[in-house]
């Protein structure tokens, strides 16, 4: 490994004294990058800035050259200065050779390209490819090396492609000779440099402490607080940050044409949604959980479908949202086919804890599936006490959702009154909210009971053979 001092113009000051006083006692490892396109290439430029050196590799005759000669191969703000700059240190160099290059460094980025195949699925022929010569070069060499995957892979690939092609190349073992990370890339192309030194957020998903160790120290001096997780997670975060974004510019795009119909000024509405941390750019929401329901959501959602359907304005992403919605509860009976027969007592009635509101509750759609299909079922909520109020409510709940008439006729015997008429009589739980009363429940149920956990009671894993979640 070389001892290298960097110049750090492109860090805010702080950060500047990171790295100066982190370079006098750091040793840093030479890195190599497989695949010079717009990750790798960015990932050179900005490591060699920081003081690492760095062999970039690619199949590419047009790219290795521009490399070397400090030019950008591609379009990027402030890339081409920092190649430059880094071929001048003598940082920077560029090769076809990917064996020499792991031969000749401590760690491998792999930024190789991985479009979509004609069937619709990941292409990873590329990955493929480059973890073989990679553990060719493994197999020839005497120190432990570090490959951090920073391409775009389904979850699981990390594991059984590419370390399964670097030990069946190299007879090396995954966490002896070498080890593996899933470190994704949050760049945005055009602001890409300014991304790489303060990205939203550093993930690492390693194969063991040594490997997590490596990779953590490359990014001391940009992230101090990067997030350690599963290689599997880390491959899937990527997954869902993309796919997030494009849902939210989908949104974005059918409430504009939307607003437009309507001659309203989509950026004016838009301009006080964003304004909303509390619900709308949060974490509210965003947890995997039950079905929604409600007096608000599933009215407004049909609503708005029906203004967009009566303007002529195409909605696939909100007209989309019931059927989602609808498919998670399918969901719920389906992993409750396993206890046909047996008796199912449901914890949680309203459709969140902390109200008496019964209207569009998932779980009252759940339960009527339940009994359309004959189950034995029974119910408890505290919340749900027959009150004047509450059989007003199920009298409106009869005349307005058909499908649950059959429920609501039996009401008065399939509610419990104590949580323990449930829980001490029956073979499967179904619990949908998570409060203290029900994790206190299901933590002292009598032993044989299963649990279908619709709310995520507990953070720890529980036993799989008796407890599942419904989305984890
Ligand atoms: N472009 C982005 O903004 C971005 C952001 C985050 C993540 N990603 C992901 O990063 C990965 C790379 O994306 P990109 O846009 O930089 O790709 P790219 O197509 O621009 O570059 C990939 C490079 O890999 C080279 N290559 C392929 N196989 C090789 C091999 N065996 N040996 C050496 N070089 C090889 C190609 O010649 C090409 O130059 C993809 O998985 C992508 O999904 C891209």
Redo the contacts with the bound molecule.
């Keep these: 490994m070389s001892q290298l001092q960097p110049t750090v113009r492109y860090l805010r000051p702080v950060e500047q004294e990171t790295v100066a006083r982190d370079s006098a006692v750091a040793v840093r490892p030479a890195i190599s990058v497989?695949?010079?396109?717009?990750?790798?290439a960015v990932s050179m430029a900005c490591l060699s800035h920081l003081g690492f050196r760095m062999i970039g590799?690619?199949?590419?005759e047009v790219?290795v050259e521009a490399i070397n000669r400090g030019i950008s191969p591609i379009v990027e703000n402030r890339l081409e200065d920092l190649l430059h700059e880094g071929c001048a240190r003598g940082l920077v160099s560029a090769t076809h050779s990917?064996v020499g290059a792991v031969l000749r460094t401590d760690v491998t980025f792999v930024?190789?390209?991985?479009p979509t195949a004609a069937d619709g699925s990941c292409d990873l022929s590329?990955v493929r490819?480059?973890s073989r010569?990679i553990g060719r070069a493994i197999a020839a060499k005497q120190d432990y090396h570090v490959v951090v995957m920073?391409?775009?892979i389904p979850p699981g690939t990390t594991r059984n492609v590419v370390v399964a092609e670097i030990e069946a190349a190299s007879g090396k073992t995954l966490g002896e000779d070498f080890g593996v990370c899933f470190n994704p890339?949050f760049?945005?192309?055009g602001v890409a440099v300014s991304d790489f030194f303060a990205p939203p957020k550093t993930v690492i998903g390693a194969s063991d402490m040594r490997a997590r160790a490596v990779v953590e120290g490359i990014y001391m001096a940009i992230d101090r607080n990067a997030i350690f997780t599963s290689i599997e997670a880390a491959e899937m975060v990527k997954y869902a940050d993309n796919v997030w974004h494009a849902t939210k510019v989908a949104f974005a795009n059918e409430i504009g044409r939307l607003c437009k119909a309507m001659d309203i000024d989509s950026h004016d509405v838009m301009d006080i949604f964003v304004k909303d941390t509390k619900l709308n750019l949060s974490p509210y929401y965003l947890k995997p959980g039950f079905a929604f329901g409600g007096s608000c959501l599933p009215k407004e959602v049909r609503a708005v479908s029906h203004l967009g359907n009566q303007l002529g304005v195409k909605l696939p992403l909100i007209d989309s949202l019931i059927a989602s919605n609808e498919r998670h509860v399918e969901q719920a009976v389906e992993l409750l086919k396993p206890f046909a027969g047996k008796r199912i007592g449901m914890l949680g009635l309203t459709f969140k804890p902390g109200t008496d509101d019964l209207r569009e509750s998932p779980t009252l759609d759940l339960m009527a599936a339940l009994l359309a299909a004959g189950e034995n079922v029974k119910a408890y909520d505290a919340n749900v006490r027959m009150t004047p109020h509450m059989r007003g409510q199920i009298a409106y709940l009869k005349r307005s959702y058909p499908k649950l008439e059959n429920l609501l006729e039996q009401f008065d015997v399939l509610r419990c009154e104590r949580v323990n008429d449930v829980v001490d009589n029956c073979d499967v739980l179904v619990v949908s909210h998570a409060t203290e009363e029900f994790r206190r429940a299901v933590t002292m149920r009598p032993k044989g009971v299963a649990v279908l956990d619709l709310a995520r009671l507990f953070r720890g894993p529980q036993d799989k053979a008796t407890y599942q979640g419904i989305a984890w």
Excluded: N
């Design positions: 497989v695949g010079l396109g717009y990750v790798g590799v690619d199949t590419s790219r990917l930024s190789v390209g991985t590329y490819d480059a010569t920073r391409c775009s890339e760049l945005r192309e």
